[in-house]
């Protein structure tokens, strides 16, 4: 039993890790404008589906990725430009529901460009399991974890140390007050948008030859990235990390020790559990309401 | 005076009831097609809207079936139950069609069996699951095999091997739950052993936690009953945690793409499969194999790669011009009797022979036990 643990371990902080790096671009747009994006997990998809058909037309898997990144910012900067932006000072509502006919949008056109089937991106280092004790891990799994980590530290270098990522924290405390300052908020939501949309390609990137893609593998990373979001607090990056591993180790704990059946059940019942008695996460800023 | 008036009435009259004849006789026959376009089981509907478009048409060229042309008309029901009631109420009443093809998944067929069976019109179904004609359903017919056969096929090669002991791992789609519930039902009758019963949801991305726990239990071969990407997941998963066990995988996944996923990790993977991608394997003598041959170069020269999805609805439009063909017209209670009395009917699942008790007609030799080997599907003996 206590080496199947370990697998059950391994396994769930890969699969959190999948979930970590969707979430981490939720918290990201949710500190510049309050809008849970709804197009994150098509964001996801992009980045892997333009990779798998840029590596298809030839290039080699560094290049494809990386125009592949280039192409899902823009498609991000673009979705601000004309779909967010003109709907500024709108309420926050209308706004999301925004980024959700933003996804139908995409995931439409990723039908049409790619069909219906799922694609498969080979994994970068070879398929042959890395043994652990008793214990497995794909390679795919390292670049996964590596990945993981260095987005995070890059996001969390990028919000405590720089110029641009601290105006951005400053828009998510107070818009109005980041305006007198001199930060232009417009600038600032592209930003948060075009980052959000190259984290989210990344991730897919990183993920695609171990979740395999299709136009709809948005839909369920989404709803998992925004649960490990929630569940760490929405708006903090380093929350939505915590609560994709958590969430990742529960669903694989719940697999193996209780029953495969009930695994997402497992999931979402700590997901309600923790926003009945913290209704704001486990690390998202207690927001006191000035009366 | 007067005759030559009724005469010259009598002859208008006889005139008018002729034209009217004529113009009944150039009425198309209407076929009805409902089927999963759009939605995850859009791997379904796709290529059987093409056979059907692409058969109609050569049908139409070759001046028709019984002197009229035929019209299609088709639906999308995107795999939603109601929204398929919706499509065969549209066909019904709206296009007036005279027989229905469709119900891509069994979920679509089971909702629209009341309204085919109020409107008495007959359907035949392009749906695996075995509910759809176990008990049978006067009007409704159907084309694949049934998942009852998939697994008979799997335990008997089983046996031959020598295995008794299986683990199972299932998703939560209505394919896998059918099959499921067939597994159990067949095992005591094969004197199967089901010793680990897993499930997993369909769009994970990670079936390692119910693979190790197969892997502690006692079983000789795991049998995975799924469709869509997952099957691919569970078998490279299974390779991933150096379990050796022979893998068994349904029809569910016949097609090129589960290969490409699954990678190197398909190898050795049994499973049964229509004969349609062992064609070129089958021995010259065996009677389906023209009929197969033309119906892939046919597919593959206008589409791009067969699969068998589509070919049950080659199946299906088949049986109906055939049966039309022998009522000499399209009244639904004859077409219906008709459709019942297919024999010897070679299709692209099997050769078909249909009797009041069994609308699907096929036997669970229709299904072939084929091997991944090198990449390609190889047919086992």
Redesign the interface.
């Known amino acids: 039993m206590p080496e ?1 643990l370990f ?2 371990l ?3 902080i ?2 959190g890790s ?1 979930y970590a790096l969707v979430g981490l671009g939720f918290a990201l747009i949710y500190n510049a404008s309050d809008v849970v994006n709804f197009a994150q997990g098509e964001f996801v998809m992009l980045g892997a589906m333009l990779t798998i058909a840029l590596l298809g037309a030839g290039l080699p898997l560094p290049l494809a990725a990386l125009a592949a990144t280039g192409l899902t910012v823009l498609v991000g900067l673009l979705l601000e430009r004309f779909a967010i932006e003109p709907a500024l000072g709108a309420p926050v509502v209308s706004t999301i529901i925004i980024t959700i006919g933003a996804a139908i949008f995409l995931r439409g056109a990723a ?1 049409l460009l790619w069909g ?3 694609h ?1 991106l ?1 994994a970068f280092s070879g ?1 042959a ?1 890395i ?1 652990l004790g008793s214990a ?3 390679p795919q799994s390292l670049w996964v974890l590596g990945g993981t980590a260095l987005l995070v530290l890059g996001v969390r270098f990028f919000f405590e140390r720089t110029r641009p990522g601290k105006a951005l924290l400053a828009c998510s405390y107070n818009r109005t007050a980041a305006q007198l300052v001199g930060i232009n908020v417009r600038v600032m939501l592209r930003l948060a948008y075009g980052l959000s949309a190259g984290l989210g390609a990344l991730a897919g990137i990183l ?1 695609a030859p ?3 893609s ?1 136009y ?1 593998a948005g ?2 990373l989404g709803l998992k990235g925004f649960s490990a979001a929630i569940v760490g607090g929405m708006g903090n990056p380093m929350g939505a990390v915590v609560g994709g591993l958590l969430l990742g180790v529960l669903e ?2 719940g ?2 020790l209780i029953s ?2 009930y ?2 059940a497992i999931a979402f019942l700590f997901v309600l559990m923790v926003l009945f008695f913290e209704p704001t996460g486990l690390f998202g800023h207690k927001v006191a309401e000035r009366v | 005076m007067r005759s030559g008036w009724w005469r010259s009435m009598s002859a208008a009259a006889l005139l008018l009831w002729g034209g009217l004849q004529v113009a009944s006789a150039m009425e198309p026959i209407r076929i009805g097609a409902f089927l999963t376009l759009t939605g995850p089981s859009a791997s379904l509907g796709d290529p059987e809207l093409k056979t059907l478009r692409s058969y109609i048409a050569d049908l139409n060229a070759k001046g028709g079936v019984i002197g009229r042309t035929i019209e299609l008309h088709d639906c999308d029901t995107g795999g939603n139950a109601q929204q398929a009631i919706a499509c065969v109420k549209r066909l019904i009443e709206q296009d007036r069609v005279d027989l229905l093809i469709g119900g891509s998944t069994t979920g679509d067929t089971m909702a629209v069996i009341p309204a085919v069976e109020q409107a008495r019109i007959p359907l035949i179904s392009l749906a695996g699951g075995i509910e759809i004609i176990d008990p049978v359903k006067h009007w409704v017919f159907k084309t694949p095999h049934t998942d009852r056969m998939a697994v008979a096929k799997i335990y008997a090669n089983l046996r031959k091997r020598g295995l008794t002991k299986v683990a199972l791992i299932t998703g939560d789609g209505g394919f896998d739950q059918s099959g499921r519930a067939q597994l159990h039902q067949l095992a005591p009758q094969y004197g199967i052993a089901i010793v680990a019963d897993e499930t997993y949801g369909n769009q994970d991305a990670d079936m390692t936690a119910q693979l190790a726990r197969i892997k502690a239990s006692n079983a000789q071969a795991i049998i995975n009953f799924g469709f869509g990407q997952a099957p691919a997941v569970v078998t490279r998963d299974a390779k991933q945690l150096g379990i050796t066990l022979p893998l068994y995988q349904s029809h569910g996944v016949v097609s090129q793409s589960f290969i490409e996923q699954a990678g190197a990790a398909a190898e050795g993977v049994r499973l049964p499969a229509a004969a349609l991608v062992v064609a070129e394997q089958l021995p010259d003598a065996n009677p389906q194999k023209p009929v197969l041959l033309a119906y892939k170069r046919r597919y593959e020269s206008q589409y791009g790669p067969v699969s068998t999805f589509g070919g049950h609805a080659y199946d299906g439009l088949m049986i109906a011009v055939a049966a039309i063909r022998r009522a000499g017209d399209v009244d639904k209670a004859k077409l219906r009797d008709e459709i019942e009395r297919t024999s010897g009917l070679i299709g692209v699942a099997g050769v078909f022979e249909m009797t009041p008790e069994d609308h699907v007609g096929l036997n669970a030799d229709a299904f072939r036990m084929v091997e991944i080997h090198n990449g390609s599907w190889r047919l086992l003996p």
């Open positions: 199947q697998q059950f391994l396994t769930g890969t699969v999948l039908l219906k089937d799922f498969r080979p398929d399991p043994q497995t891990l794909l993920i171990i979740t395999f299709s709809e839909v369920m694989s704990l697999a193996g495969s059946g695994k997402d």
